[in-house]
């Protein structure tokens, strides 16, 4: 079956970095996403990984290792607007999104 | 401004009753997506819909309906056969459905709540 891990929670300070870690197994790889969700919102694009290696993107960076089925989103500097959930999706061979449940970030200052 | 509209934004119904979900976009894009978020769960695929007058069913279609007349427009209908109707439900389009880097844009989503 198709399958995306990424921690349920992760807490950090205000200032701080920190790495968001997400894994998969889907059938076939068309690149994997990450989106921002602020609670009862719809959730915003942050990035697009297909190729190995690191996306820097301002405060956001997104990293893909494709042989170890792993993503990781990085966030730097981090700021009280970044309490969130990101969600990590995978597009399959089918170029249908497969979504994990979401990392709830929560910042304290 | 382009975007996703999605009304209303909160929803109640009584049990056994049909509600239509409405999406409506404005990017001109050929896909439209339907989507159920439960806590917890990631999104799930409820219908997707790659161009007018045509949809196809995605993972948990049982119990809903879609319609495509107009390539800016497809409602959902959550049918008295869906056994747990009570969700967020968030309507997405892209440019076209199968297309690597293909990013979809989501609507504010509606809070169904059957009662």
């Known amino acids: 079956g198709q399958n995306i891990d990424q921690p349920t929670e992760m807490t950090a300070t205000e200032g701080a970095i920190v790495q968001i870690n997400c894994t998969y197994q889907t059938s076939g790889f068309n690149g994997l996403f990450w989106y921002q969700q602020h609670a009862g919102e719809a959730p915003t694009f942050l990035s697009y990984?297909?190729l190995d290696g690191l996306e820097e993107k301002g405060r956001f960076s997104s990293f893909l290792s494709r042989s170890k089925g792993y993503s990781y989103l990085l966030l730097k500097e981090l700021q009280m607007k970044d309490s969130a959930s990101y969600l990590c999706?995978?597009?399959?061979?089918?170029?249908?999104?497969?979504w994990g449940a979401g990392t709830k970030l929560i910042i304290k200052p | 401004d382009g975007g996703i509209t999605q009304s209303p934004k909160y929803l109640f119904r009584k049990e056994g009753q049909n509600v239509t979900l409405s999406c409506e976009q404005n990017?001109?894009?050929?896909?439209m997506y339907w989507y159920r978020q439960d806590p917890g769960q990631g999104l799930r695929l409820i219908y997707y819909?790659?161009?007018?007058?045509?949809?196809q069913k995605g993972d948990i279609a049982e119990g809903y309906s879609v319609s495509r007349e107009k390539k800016e427009s497809f409602p959902l209908t959550v049918t008295s056969a869906q056994k747990n109707p009570t969700a967020f439900y968030l309507c997405a389009s892209s440019i076209i459905a199968q297309g690597v880097g293909n990013e979809q844009f989501f609507g504010p989503g509606t809070r169904l709540t059957v009662l």
């Open positions: 999706a995978v597009m399959d061979s089918n170029y249908q999104l497969i």
């Open positions: 819909s790659q161009i007018v007058n045509d949809f």
């Open positions: 990017l001109n894009h050929d896909a």
């Open positions: 990984n297909v």
